[in-house]
């Protein structure tokens, strides 16, 4: 089992940035790859980005790459989305999720735990 907490969320003008933070308890948590979903009002929840548990690999959706940037901090239990130039279209809310494998994935199906979610909304 895997809890995954959620924050940094918040109010940003578009052009902005913010950083999410995502802590995880329970055990296996550096096998895990983790990744990073949203959903918009209106919309599905949506593929953002993922890690594997070493970092040596990430994947982006194609409407974030180059813009936002996910890491992960093994010794602190912590994976991170930091988000530059911010877009409204970026609007939503922001979960985190984790695997039970090491390996990267963008489907919402392979993710067994998800944490709460962070509203991100950003104005234009």
């Known amino acids: 089992q895997v809890k995954l907490v959620e924050s940094g969320g918040g109010l940003v003008q578009a052009g902005g940035s913010l950083r999410l933070s995502c802590a995880a308890s329970g055990r296996d948590f550096e096998s895990n790859a983790l990744g990073w979903f949203r959903q918009a009002p209106g919309k599905e929840r949506e593929f953002v980005a993922s890690?594997?548990?070493?970092?040596?690999?990430?994947v982006y959706a194609a409407s974030v790459k180059g813009r936002f940037t996910i890491s992960r901090d093994n010794a602190k239990n912590e994976v991170y989305l930091q988000m530059n130039s911010l877009k409204s279209e970026d609007t939503a809310v922001y979960y985190c999720?984790?695997?039970?494998?090491?390996?990267?994935?963008?489907?919402?199906?392979?993710?067994?735990?998800w944490g709460q979610g962070t509203q991100v909304t950003v104005s234009s």
């Open positions: 890690i594997s548990f070493s970092s040596g690999t990430t």
């Open positions: 999720a984790a695997r039970t494998t090491f390996l990267v994935n963008t489907k919402e199906s392979e993710y067994p735990f």
